[in-house]
C-alpha cells in the first residue's frame, strides 16, 4: 500500500472472496458467496448487491494440505505439491498414499470451510431475509484439482446447510478471479 501511495495511486484494500464476487457474479447482481482458496487461507465473503455482509478466513488451506499429507506420509512438501498440482483427482479413488493423504486432508480443508461458514450463517444477524438460493463460486490454486467442486459440492448437502444454494462453480480463471474482481472494484471507483 505504501509502495503505490507514493506513486501516486489511492490504494484500498478488498477481501479475496469479494474480489471473487466482483469478477464472477455479475449476472447476479454481485450476490453470493466468494471463496478463495489459497495457499494460507481460504477468505470467504458473503454479498447482496455488492456490498458484503459477511467475511471471515479459515486458516486452513493449499500449505496446510502440503504440510500435513507429507508429514503423514514421509514425503517432501514438494513433491506432495507437485502432485496435488500435477496429476490429483478428487473424484477417482487414490491411486497411493500420497494421493490417500491429499484426499484425507482436502476434506478436513472443506469440512473446516463448510462448517465455519454454516456457523457463521447460523450466527450473524446481518444477513437479508433471502427470497432465493445464493450461488457460491469457488477460486483459487487450491480449488484446482478436478473434483474439488464436485467434493465440495457433496460436502455441503452433506451438511445440511442452513441457506439455499443455487449452484456452486469454479470461477472462470481460478488464479486471476481475485485480480479480476480487484480491477472490476478500481474501475467501479473511478467510474
Do not use: W
Not at 42 to 47: I, S
Request: aromatic share 6%; with cysteine.
Amino acid at each position: 500500500k505504501s509502495h503505490l501511495e507514493s506513486l501516486g495511486y489511492q490504494a484500498k484494500g478488498i477481501n479475496e472472496g469479494l474480489a471473487v464476487i466482483f469478477s464472477e457474479l455479475e449476472d447476479e447482481n454481485f450476490t453470493g458467496i466468494g471463496i478463495s482458496c489459497g495457499g494460507g487461507m481460504c477468505n470467504v465473503c458473503v454479498a447482496f448487491l455488492s456490498v458484503p455482509v459477511l467475511s471471515f478466513s479459515v486458516a486452513k488451506a493449499g500449505d496446510y494440505i502440503d504440510a500435513s499429507a507429507a508429514a503423514a506420509v514421509g514425503e517432501s512438501q514438494t513433491k506432495v505439491r507437485m502432485i496435488k498440482e500435477d496429476a490429483l483427482n478428487l473424484s477417482h479413488a487414490s491411486k497411493d498414499k500420497i494421493e490417500d493423504a491429499l484426499h484425507i486432508y482436502y476434506e478436513d480443508v472443506l469440512q473446516t470451510l463448510i462448517g465455519r461458514l454454516s456457523e457463521e450463517f447460523e450466527n450473524s444477524r446481518n444477513i437479508p431475509k433471502l427470497d432465493r438460493g445464493l450461488p457460491i463460486v469457488l477460486s483459487g490454486g487450491t480449488s484446482k484439482p478436478k473434483g474439488f467442486m464436485q467434493k465440495f459440492e457433496r460436502m455441503l448437502k452433506e451438511s445440511e446447510f442452513p441457506i439455499p444454494i443455487s449452484d456452486v462453480r469454479i470461477a472462470s480463471n481460478p488464479l486471476a478471479a481475485t485480480a479480476q474482481g480487484c480491477y472490476v472494484a478500481a474501475m467501479s471507483e473511478i467510474g
